[in-house]
Every structure is written in structure tokens, then in C-alpha cells.
């Protein structure tokens, strides 16, 4: 007890004053205009603190019970809750993302390749539902490559962190996507997990939804969704928008690989070369 009235008649931080100096804290009375007499006591709705409450201290003192946030990079105004431990096993970068359910794939608009027709390399940010960016990812290709081997070229997608840091690598052999040659698709090394799309990939004026499932179909794992993003920019760009929804407790590897899986989506039915379908 000693030791707690102590520290509650302990100076304030950054004072020189003397324990037993009152507090020079404003009158608990609203000031007003001149002739304003001061506000009245409680207004309706509003209880009034039972006895013995002290109030929420002084300024720049926290409240009791008060959540405590952090800003790891997130943009000014925007609290974040302080992440948890990450799961064990959880590769390098990826800490962020075993906290989430939902991520959005908004590739950028390259003003060269809507004016010349020349394919550049494709470049996405990775948000969480709240419009954060979290990752970045980039296409590494060749000039030749891009525009000779249009939708159907081989690439390395780097995804990159907010700290610099290269935490996924994505490559894509160059195969056929075209059931004429099928000796040349796309190779399954190992299957996870299936992939459900419509019958006819349209998104006109409309979302466009691949079914993600477990190997036997009967479980939904997620979804990833091509989203429509209005008429001029799907018909004078190839910049898509997708959004990947997953459980929150699913493997974050299997999260990684639904975000390749979307990838590959937009270069298999929904990238355009020299602005033609």
C-alpha cells in the first residue's frame, strides 16, 4: 500500500515539481463564451459514473483496459492489432499472411503498353481486405519473350515484401495451354489441390469465380475470383483485379499456392497481347 501511494504521489514525468504540488490540470468546467455559464451536468443517455470512479487520469496517461496498437508499416491513421507469434513452420515473410482470410491482386496499368501495344512486365500489389499493401509482385521476363510469346510465355514472379525482402519465387515453364498439344501442358508435379472454373470465362459486366477444393472435390477450400473492374479499363487494358478468399486457418503454404494459382489464372484466360483478347 505504501509503495502505491507513492507512486500516485510521484511527480508526473518530464516536472520538477514537489510530490504534494496540486496539480495544475483546467477547471473540470467547460469554458464557453463570455456570459456562458458552464454546461450543465449529465445529459440524457449518458450515465452517471458510480461513486469512487477517478476519472481517466491525466493526459497522456493510458486507460486502464485500453487496447494498445502498433503501426508496422500500415498507413498513417489505420491502428494495427499487434500480431501474434507466428505458427511454427511458417516460411520467412509469410508471418503476416497466416493471420488473414482474404487477400486482393490489383495489377497496375502501364500507360506504355496501353499506348504502344507492347507488353511490359506485369506488376500486382497484394492487399489485405482493409487496402493495405502487404506484398508486391513483379514480372521478370524479357522484352523478346513478352511479346513474342504473348500470354503463353514463361515467367519468374517475384513477390516482394514492404521491408524489400523477396519471400515467394514463382516460375512458369514455357507449355502450351491449348489441348492440340498435349504433351506440352502445364505440368502437375504434385497435386494439393483442384481447380473448378466455369465452362466459359466470360467477365463481362460480372465476377468471374474458380472453385478452389480438396483433391476428391468435396470439400471447398477457397476461392479465387476475377473481378470486373468497368468497361474501359477491361476493354482498352489487361490490368485485372482478383480477389482470394481461404480459411484463416488453412496451411500458409496452401495460401502461397492459391496466390500462385492466381497468377497463372490471369496469364491462362485473361491476359490480352497487343490489347486483343
Not at 476519472?55 to 485500453?66: E, I, K, R
Not at 515473410?93 to 503498353?113: A, F, K, P, T, W
Not at 502445364?186 to 483442384?194: A, T
Amino acid at each position: 500500500m505504501e509503495k502505491q501511494n507513492g507512486q500516485m504521489n510521484a511527480p508526473h514525468p518530464g516536472t520538477n515539481l514537489p510530490p504534494d504540488y496540486p496539480p495544475q490540470y483546467p477547471s473540470a468546467t467547460l469554458q464557453g463564451p463570455p456570459g456562458h455559464t458552464g454546461y450543465p451536468g449529465p445529459q440524457s443517455g449518458y450515465s452517471i459514473p458510480p461513486a469512487g470512479y477517478s476519472g481517466a487520469g491525466p493526459v497522456g496517461f493510458p486507460v486502464q483496459h485500453q487496447p494498445v496498437y502498433n503501426q508496422p508499416g500500415g498507413p498513417a491513421g489505420i491502428p494495427w492489432m499487434p500480431a501474434p507469434p507466428p505458427p511454427s513452420g511458417c516460411p520467412p515473410g509469410l508471418e503476416y499472411l497466416s493471420q488473414i482470410d482474404q487477400i486482393l491482386v490489383h495489377q497496375q496499368i502501364e500507360l506504355l503498353e496501353v499506348i504502344t501495344g507492347f507488353e511490359t512486365n506485369n506488376k500486382y500489389e497484394i492487399k489485405n481486405s482493409f487496402g493495405q499493401k502487404i506484398y508486391f509482385a513483379v514480372e521478370d521476363t524479357d522484352c523478346c519473350t513478352r511479346n513474342c510469346c504473348g500470354a503463353s510465355r514463361p515467367f519468374t514472379m517475384r513477390i516482394i515484401d514492404n521491408m524489400g525482402q523477396e519471400v515467394i519465387t514463382l516460375e512458369r515453364p514455357l507449355r502450351c495451354d491449348s489441348c492440340c498439344c498435349p504433351c506440352c501442358l502445364q505440368e502437375r508435379r504434385e497435386d494439393v489441390l483442384k481447380i473448378i472454373g466455369p465452362c466459359v470465362v466470360c467477365s463481362c459486366c460480372a465476377d468471374v469465380d474458380f472453385e478452389i477444393k480438396s483433391l476428391d472435390e468435396e470439400t471447398i477450400v477457397g476461392k479465387i475470383s476475377k473481378q470486373w473492374t468497368g468497361f474501359v479499363r477491361e476493354a482498352f487494358t489487361d490490368a485485372d483485379n482478383f480477389g482470394i478468399q481461404f480459411p484463416l486457418d488453412l496451411d500458409v503454404k496452401m495460401k502461397a499456392v492459391m496466390l500462385g494459382a492466381c497468377f497463372l489464372i490471369d496469364f491462362m484466360f485473361f491476359e490480352k497481347s497487343g490489347n486483343t483478347e
